[in-house]
């Protein structure tokens, strides 16, 4: 029953590590650049993708680095993809940024924090890609060469908050995986220990960040990590009700919410939301026909399965 069990947590830390977006190196760019990135992720997370669009295409005409820029255009192709939305296109599209950023990436010399940050999304997003087309050897391999990078972090972990976020993640699931995978725990034994309560606290502290990004993804990782790791249904809750009342129009988090309504066996309330869901993907205007229809078909299979 080993390789099942290594099945299951290869998927589940792909996905805890990358379906959510990852941060893009900011030291260093222009004060327009940054703010133009600001609006990407606030339009993204808002789940208004014509404004990330134009975000993207605004910042393809700047000076920005090339690596940081194919990450930022694989990253809004990936919640496409994940939105329902021309699956075909939109899945050899992000394939294609992904492996222009790592091109790129591993021609600079400079392993500085930007450095580090833009490669380990790229391998964590190619990761997660991996995964998608079912490729579980593949996936894990990128993840592999992703934390490779991490342990660099670990030298110039402190105050940045971009830095902690990741720090937060590897720190939790180094020290699961040591703990409850034998198998694993031989693949990874060249890198650095974990700590699960270390790293529960870098990601508390960033999920109170004024930074949006930081905030927002690191109360998803929160979400998944009390979810599915530790099994605790009620701290999981806290931090999805956050993601809802923060970005009440992103339709993951709301399915993310729908699945705890029903773990919870909340009837009335699952009732209710669902036949509110299902109102707002009808009437939404920010996305198209493909992607209301897969959100339907989402919380039809949801319901379903009583999961």
Known sequence: ??????????????????????????????NDDSTLINSYYHSLYNFSFS?????????????????????IKANLLWWKLISGDSPNLNLQNCSYNIDESIRLNLKNKQRDKDFLLNIIYSYSLKARLESYNGNTLKSFICFYKSIGYIRECIKISGTDENVNLILGLYLYLMDYIRD?????????????????????????????????????????????IYLDLEKDSNKAFVYVRVLNEQYPDNLVFNMEKLKLLLIFKKSNETQLYRKMLIDKIQTAENINTLQKNHFLSQVDQIIKAGI
């Open 51 to 71: 404004r990330a669009d134009s975000s993207v295409l605004l910042l393809s005409k700047s000076d920005m680095d090339r690596a940081t820029i194919y990450n």
């Open 180 to 224: 409850e995978y034998n198998l694993l725990s031989t693949l990874l034994f060249s890198f650095p220990e974990g700590n699960k309560t270390k790293g529960l606290e870098y990601l508390e502290n960033c999920s109170v960040s004024k930074n949006e990004m930081v905030r927002t993804e690191a109360n998803y990782f929160l979400f998944k």
């Open 1 to 30: 029953m080993i390789f099942p069990r290594y099945y299951l947590l290869t998927i589940l830390v792909v996905i805890a590590l990358s379906s959510f977006n990852s941060d893009f190196a900011q030291d260093g760019r222009t």
